[in-house]
């Protein structure tokens, strides 16, 4: 039986990470401050932006990364540079989707040094999105749709 791939979503505060699983799962789009390690339609795991700000908090992602079968870096466009450290998605040891958000407000240039942090953190496969407008969100929610046959008690 296939069943959804989980993803868990990391970037900083105001990145777009729940304005994305909102677009994706068809919900409103409506501004809330993530507190806690959200699971959305049981695929999707938001994360507070705190918990990758802040360095002692970090090892909360790595935990709940252990339940996602995808890693998503969420890098915004418009942010003057990253704090995604170099090979950072090594630390998952799962696959690493890189988003960049905000595109419908970015310049081309902010969004290839987006998509350049996003490939030097890790990620193996970057999508450039606008949950605002929906650009790129299709081929993104096509990559993590669905995995094959399984017998995990998630089904």
Request: hydrophobic residues 35%; proline residues 3%; contains cysteine.
């Amino acid at each position: 039986m296939s069943r959804r791939k989980r993803i868990i979503l990391v970037g900083r505060t105001m990145s777009g990470k729940t304005t994305l699983s909102q677009r994706i799962t068809d919900s409103d789009i409506r501004y809330h401050k993530t507190q806690t390690l959200t699971l959305i339609d049981d695929f999707i795991l938001d994360t507070p932006g705190e918990y990758f700000e802040r360095y002692s908090f970090r090892g909360s992602l790595t935990v709940a990364a252990t339940d996602a079968d995808v890693i998503v870096f969420v890098q915004d466009a418009t942010e003057d540079g990253t704090l995604f450290p170099p090979a950072y998605g090594a630390l998952f040891c799962k696959p690493v989707i890189g988003l960049v958000t905000k595109a419908d407000i970015a310049t081309d240039t902010q969004i290839n040094n987006a998509r350049t942090f996003l490939k030097m953190a890790g990620a193996k496969v970057i999508f450039v999105t606008s949950a605002l407008t929906g650009k790129g969100l299709d081929d993104f929610v096509r990559e993590i749709s669905y995995t094959e046959e399984t017998t995990d008690e998630r089904q």
